[in-house]
């Protein structure tokens, strides 16, 4: 393999080596992969100069990733949700101008700019600020934001994200398939798969397979619940917790018992449809031959 080696200053053979490196970020080691050249005839490395890979955004990306932390395009689409500049969610923030920029564009955000735009995901906290100091904005447009925040609020603490605090929260991690808890997908797929009726057990399988099958073919789970390994195989844990809820205080599905010579099962029917609208077009299917 050739290249120009800037040190040689002219083609030379070269050597592309793949490998990891070690970057610390805020104190903590993480290997990252990395790719350069080897000049055969000096010995020289150097970067490959069409490579769009870069370690330290690969290494920042791992660190948000380990600590929970909202990544860069996760920022922006929190943004562009409401329609909103860089400047006017910097301003509405009390931040500088070009704050936003620079982490959309991969700056890792402090700890306290984390936070605060963590705590904004709340669009009953973005609401919050937009009626308090949103003065700037364009009255057409302030009125039009607030709408969307309004409406958005309705939909994230409708039934049964208001559950999200009961049930307690956690960040996406291996034990949650890296994915956050998201209570409304756990119940819908609950009742989802009660339609037609199924065993406790069974119901359990149906939504470890599904979250593990999404998974495997998109590193993430569907729902963000964590698994517990019982006799009977894997079931989401505090799984009585949430089929309690559904039955006892949603009234979304219903619980029978049924005998099988010797031994009794219990058979959960759902009473009410199931929301499919917060799955993706993946979800809309049926897999019968689960057992």
Not at 101 to 122: C, F, P, V, W
Not at 164 to 174: A, Q, R, T, V
Not at 191 to 196: G, K, L, N, P, S
Not at 199 to 211: E, G, H, I, M
Request: charged content about 30%.
């Amino acid at each position: 393999m050739k290249q120009i080696c800037p040190n040689c200053e002219k083609i030379t053979d070269v050597q592309h080596i793949k490998t990891d490196e070690e970057i610390t970020v805020k104190g903590e080691r993480i290997n990252v992969p990395v790719e350069y050249f080897k000049c055969m005839e000096c010995g020289d490395e150097f970067d490959d100069p069409e490579s769009k890979h870069d370690p330290l955004a690969f290494a920042y990306k791992e660190y948000r990733r380990r600590h929970g932390m909202m990544q860069p395009k996760e920022i922006r689409a929190l943004r562009q949700r409401y329609g909103l500049t860089q400047k006017e969610l910097c301003k509405l923030l009390g931040w500088g101008e070009i704050t936003l920029s620079r982490y959309e564009n991969g700056a890792l955000q402090d700890d306290t700019h984390n936070t605060i735009l963590q705590m904004i995901k709340d669009p009953r906290n973005l609401l919050g600020l937009v009626e308090l100091q949103g003065d700037f904005l364009a009255e057409e447009k302030k009125n039009r934001l607030i709408g969307l925040l309004e409406n958005a609020v309705e939909e994230t603490h409708s039934f049964p994200s208001i559950y999200s605090e009961h049930f307690g929260k956690y960040g996406p991690d291996i034990l949650s398939g890296f994915k956050e808890l998201n209570v409304n997908k756990l119940f819908q797929a609950i009742i989802f798969f009660c339609v037609d009726g199924v065993l406790k057990t069974k119901l359990c399988k149906l939504l470890f397979y599904a979250d593990f099958k999404h998974y495997r073919n998109n590193a993430s789970s569907i729902t963000g619940v964590r698994y517990v390994h019982l006799k009977p195989g894997p079931v989401p844990d505090r799984y009585g917790y949430y089929f309690a809820t559904l039955e006892n205080e949603e009234k979304a599905i219903s619980v029978d018992e049924v005998n099988y010579g010797e031994y009794t099962g219990e058979m959960y029917h759902a009473d009410i449809k199931p929301d499919l609208s917060p799955f993706s077009n993946f979800f809309k299917f049926r897999d019968k031959n689960i057992n």
